[in-house]
């Protein structure tokens, strides 16, 4: 996200300057993100299992399910990038290319922004809600949970970079879930 992020202007009318640095970064981060999802799988899997029997199956649906959306919008949004880089030798001659390339980068800012973290605010919410009532987490992971998720819903469309607090979340979560598994040996998370 911080080599997409610095690879172009946040502004989608500010026609992007396509050095050889910048268009290496958005590449190198057009590789990443597929392994980037993958792990967030894992991620989810990793907490499913932690939760074992204890998992509120109402809950755990909206959790599994706004968790694959936002990887899916997370994928959409980067295959926009990839698009945009792809038509960066366009012939810069032809007179659509700067409405193409400011179209392409709105939709892909707008997928990310709004839907992909309001999804994965969702997803925070909903398992905020599992560990809370099932006892599995520390209040101050749950109440942690809670205030990043109500950021990511009402501050994303102010900063760009506020997308990177989910990351930064499920490091911290997958941190203390370490931690724990490690400490105590149990499963509980």
Not at 107 to 129: K, P
Request: hydrophobic share 60%; charged share 15%; net charge positive.
């Amino acid at each position: 996200m911080i080599l997409l992020r610095t690879s172009m202007p946040e502004d989608p009318l500010t026609q992007p300057e396509w050095s050889d640095a910048a268009a290496t970064r958005l590449k190198i981060a057009l590789a990443l993100v597929p392994i980037a999802g993958i792990a967030f799988l894992w991620f989810v899997g990793v907490v499913r299992d932690r939760l074992g029997d204890l998992e509120d199956r109402f809950f755990s649906s909206v959790y599994f399910g706004s968790g694959l959306l936002f990887l899916a919008m997370v994928f959409v949004s980067m295959a926009l990038a990839g698009a945009i880089v792809a038509t960066a030798d366009w012939d810069a001659s032809r007179s659509s290319r700067p409405e193409i390339v400011a179209f392409g980068r709105a939709v892909m800012l707008q997928v990310t922004n709004v839907y992909a973290l309001r999804m994965a605010a969702v997803f925070m919410i909903s398992l905020g809600t599992t560990w809370h009532r099932s006892g599995t987490a520390p209040r101050w992971l749950v109440i942690t949970t809670y205030v990043i998720a109500l950021c990511l819903l009402v501050i994303t469309s102010l900063s760009l970079w506020v997308a990177l607090v989910f990351p930064g979340w499920v490091l911290l979560v997958s941190v203390y879930v370490l931690v724990t598994v490690r400490r105590a040996g149990s499963r509980l998370l």
